[in-house]
């Protein structure tokens, strides 16, 4: 049986060693080999519905790209339902249905009756549709879950940048409901370092004039 293909598709993913060991691979995340090491050619993210929540596992530095970068483009087209469940917590869930379950009824929200603290209870917001709101802006969260390792984590370094290439200076960011952004992942130091970053798009739906001016993504 000729093996010679096979053996050439190992050297290229390999290099010329025996030594198969994916993280030390200096061939498999070199510049020449790299996706993503510059912004101007970034690794390509598409969202379509909202909300979304982007995982992001692996490693920069030594023998690889010190810089990694992400386009994350918003073409939305559906909003779903938002929802981000916390540990323990299940997500709420409304419905029209009026029938009576466990003798529990049927709740009635009406923001017009919900507008005053009660008991240190502050009122509900409700608001899922983006059809709703006049020119949109989407809320953006980026979040650093690094790895349990504090020598690690701290020479690694994870931004968000604006559809300018700008970096942004907060981990929160307001953008048009069609728009894009880009996602920073950095080493600081001449290491191989391993990453947890999570982008959660989605967070809030708002008017231009309901957000934080310095939140908003500069044009």
């Not at 200096?26 to 929540?53: D, F, M």
């Not at 989407?138 to 968000?160: E, H, M, P, Q």
Request: glycine fraction near 4%; hydrophobic fraction near 35%; include cysteine.
């Amino acid at each position: 049986m000729d093996v010679t293909q096979e053996i050439l598709r190992n050297v290229e993913i390999y290099g010329a060693s025996d030594y198969t060991a994916p993280h030390q691979l200096s061939s498999s995340k070199a510049l020449n080999y790299a996706h993503g090491a510059s912004i101007q050619k970034p690794i390509q993210e598409r969202v379509t519905v909202l909300p979304r929540r982007l995982n992001y596992q692996d490693t920069v530095g030594l023998f690889g790209t010190e810089n990694v970068f992400v386009k994350v483009d918003l073409k939305i087209i559906d909003t779903g339902n938002l929802c981000f469940e916390e540990p323990g917590w299940l997500c709420l869930r409304i419905s029209a249905d009026s029938e009576v379950v466990n003798t529990y009824y049927t709740a009635v929200a009406d923001p017009a009756l919900d507008l005053e603290t009660v008991n240190t209870y502050e009122p509900a917001q409700i608001n899922n549709n983006l059809a709703q709101i006049p020119n949109p802006y989407v809320g953006v969260s980026l979040a650093n879950l690094k790895t349990g390792n504090k020598y690690i984590d701290a020479w690694f370094d994870v931004r968000l940048y604006t559809k300018a290439r700008e970096e942004h200076p907060y981990d929160e960011m307001y953008l048009p409901a069609n728009d894009y952004f880009y996602i920073g992942f950095h080493a600081r130091n001449t290491r191989r370092l391993p990453y947890n970053v999570e982008c959660l798009i989605g967070t809030a739906y708002k008017t231009k004039n309901d957000v934080d001016p310095r939140l908003i993504a500069k044009v």
